[in-house]
Antibody, heavy 113, light 108 residues
Framework: QVQLKESGPGLVQPSQTLSLTCTVSGFSLTSYNVHWVRQPTGKGLEWMGVIWTGGSTDYNSALKSRLSISRDTSKSQVFLKMNSLQTEDKATYYC???????WGQGVMVTVSS | DIQMTQSPSSLSASLGDRVTITCRASQDIGNYLTWFQQRPGKSPRLMIYGATNLGDGVPSRFSGSRSGSDYSLTISSLESEDTAIYYCLQCDKYPPYTFGAGTKLELK
């Protein structure tokens, strides 16, 4: 069955880089796009970016200068890297399949020294 | 960027009530509108896609409609398990995909 699972450190220091992994199963990254979406605690959803089936990417312009999404199709993994983290980047980070029909459980990230 | 204006921001209704949530798009997005349900502590769940199509396993009391640039999610008869926050998402003109701000649905 289709599954997505986010993993990564729950705590990142200010100004450092966040690295998250989305490991998928039940589908191929060459057949479905994968999005990253984040949600600050108690707030709404923000689309961050997408990696398309061909490997190209698109980003939210608000994050574009700090954000990078990549993948390893052989491992069925999608990676998110975002640098210069600040306290306002504290959120739950989700990956979601192409039409947003399947989501991971999310990983909560805190930014603190 | 396309703005999605969602209303109301919160809603209190009784069991069995008919409930409607609306999103208005700032530009034409055709039928590229998706609705999600998010229960506390859970990931969003796709409820409606293509403005009017029911997602897999979604109860038939949920429906979606469109009138011009206004998109609605309707619950025909509210059940207790429907208490959640509902979000719309435009999937037409990207980047960026844009979500509505959310509607918190509670039981009266």
């Amino acid at each position: 069955q289709v599954q997505l699972k986010e993993s990564g450190p729950g705590l990142v220091q200010p100004s450092q880089t966040l690295s998250l992994t989305c490991t998928v199963s039940g589908f191929s990254l060459t057949s479905y796009n994968v999005h990253w979406v984040r949600q600050p605690t108690g707030k709404g959803l923000e689309w961050m970016g997408v990696i398309w089936t061909g490997g190209s990417t698109d980003y939210n312009s608000a994050l574009k200068s700090r954000l990078s999404i990549s993948r390893d199709t052989s491992k069925s993994q999608v990676f998110l890297k975002m640098n210069s983290l600040q306290t306002e980047d504290k959120a739950t980070y989700y990956c979601a399949r192409g039409e947003f029909d399947y989501w991971g459980q999310g990983v909560m990230v805190t930014v603190s020294s | 960027d396309i703005q999605m204006t969602q209303s109301p921001s919160s809603l209190s209704a009784s069991l069995g009530d008919r409930v409607t949530i609306t999103c208005r798009a700032s530009q034409d997005i055709g039928n590229y509108l998706t609705w999600f349900q998010q229960r506390p502590g859970k990931s969003p769940r796709l409820m409606i896609y293509g403005a009017t199509n029911l997602g897999d396993g979604v109860p038939s009391r949920f429906s979606g409609s469109r009138s011009g640039s206004d998109y609605s999610l309707t619950i025909s008869s509210l059940e207790s398990e429907d208490t959640a926050i509902y979000y719309c998402l435009q999937c037409d003109k990207y980047p960026p995909y844009t979500f509505g701000a959310g509607t918190k649905l509670e039981l009266k």
